[in-house]
């Protein structure tokens, strides 16, 4: 999935806080896919639960 520079920093901050069992940022950033009926909307399961990323780099689970 492709990300703006906003959400390319958000998940790179999920990353720093808690790898979430991620050997590198390039394996944590693969996780991430798109919220089906909304692809520009960012999904990726992190501790347990889903969090989304929206364009203006907003995270909300």
Do not use: T, W
Not at 36 to 56: H, K, N, S, T, W
């Amino acid at each position: 999935m492709r990300l703006n520079k906003v959400q390319q920093r958000a998940v790179y901050d999920l990353y720093k806080g808690n790898p979430d069992g991620s050997a590198s940022y390039l394996a944590f950033r693969r996780r991430v896919f798109p919220l089906f009926g909304e692809p520009a909307v960012a999904m990726i399961q992190f501790c347990g639960m889903f969090v989304g990323i929206e364009v203006d780099g907003y995270v909300h689970s």
